[in-house]
């Protein structure tokens, strides 16, 4: 992510991460859902991430033009991805893996044209 400031990038990733573990939480938790959704462990804690990245995504777009940030945040869909794989046993098929690659042939556009 050149352009950006290494405080700024690592928001950038830590936000990414927070959206990513959020996802992951809310899928753990939504397993077998029955009733009483919003008291489960892990959608609590995907609340809480999802608060904390919005704290951090809020610093982020007072530094990143948003037409800049956003799209970075597309980090996320390739690491919700292999996390589905590491943790949910999914699979991911050629088609599946050539959009991968397309998204991040797309961040890294946009990376490299920093801010």
Not at 35 to 59: D, N, Q, T
Not at 60 to 71: M, N, Q, R
């Amino acid at each position: 992510m050149s352009g950006l400031s290494a405080s700024t990038s690592t928001a950038i990733v830590f936000c990414v991460l927070t959206e990513a573990g959020r996802e992951i939480c809310f899928k753990h938790g939504s397993v077998n859902a029955v009733g009483m959704l919003l008291l489960r462990p892990a959608i609590l804690l995907g609340i809480l991430f999802w608060a904390v990245e919005l704290v951090v995504w809020s610093w982020v777009l007072t530094k990143v033009p948003l037409s800049i940030a956003f799209p970075l945040m597309a980090m996320t869909y390739v690491v919700i991805a292999l996390a589905g794989v590491v943790f949910f046993n999914e699979k991911i098929n050629l088609r599946h893996a050539c959009g991968i690659a397309l998204v991040m042939a797309g961040i890294i556009c946009i990376g490299t044209t920093g801010s």
